[in-house]
């Protein structure tokens, strides 16, 4: 395989063309529950055309790097946030929108805890854990109508570890 991506690790200003990175990064905004309690508020932004929003909990067979990018999707309808219930990294691919194709893959690794919340119709690779378990909850459109575009990659990506 020719086409090589490094994974980089997930900050907020890297991945902000793409969606939000979900942490408790910083101090809480509001202390709640008699003081026992740190609220980080309203940390992403759900988008939604029609339908509502949703929560499902995914479980995705985990994949290791190297890893064969051959196909990247998005939501027109709606934007996606993935919440590990677990404290393990997982891979996090995107790509910019190059007139309804993908372009050039960025491929994230997050530390633990992190989350993301990719914009309504931003190009990603399917759900990547890198280790088991491979639980998410997922907050998403669920509504009538696709919302799913799935772009199969005639020349496939390898992802490998960054340095």
Avoid at 18 to 25: H, L
Avoid at 89 to 94: K, Y
Avoid at 99 to 105: C, D
Wanted: charge should be negative; proline fraction near 10%; charged fraction near 20%.
């Amino acid at each position: 395989m020719s086409r090589q991506i490094a994974t980089e690790p997930l900050t907020s200003e890297a991945f902000a063309p793409f969606g939000q990175v979900i942490d408790t990064a910083g101090n809480p905004d509001k202390i709640i529950n008699a003081g026992k309690c740190g609220r980080y508020h309203d940390r992403v932004r759900i988008d939604l055309v029609g339908g509502r929003a949703g929560v499902s909990l995914f479980d995705a067979e985990p994949r290791s790097l190297p890893y064969t990018l051959d196909l990247l999707e998005r939501h027109p309808d709606g934007s996606q946030c993935f919440l590990p219930m677990h404290e393990h990294p997982f891979l996090v691919i995107v790509a910019p929108d190059m007139g309804a194709r993908p372009g050039t893959p960025r491929a994230f690794v997050t530390a633990p805890g992190q989350g993301v919340n990719f914009h309504r119709a931003t190009w990603h690779g399917v759900l990547t854990p890198l280790h088991a378990p491979g639980l998410f909850a997922v907050i998403d459109r669920i509504g009538i109508g696709a919302n799913l575009e799935e772009f199969p990659l005639s020349e496939p990506w390898e992802i490998v570890a960054g340095a």
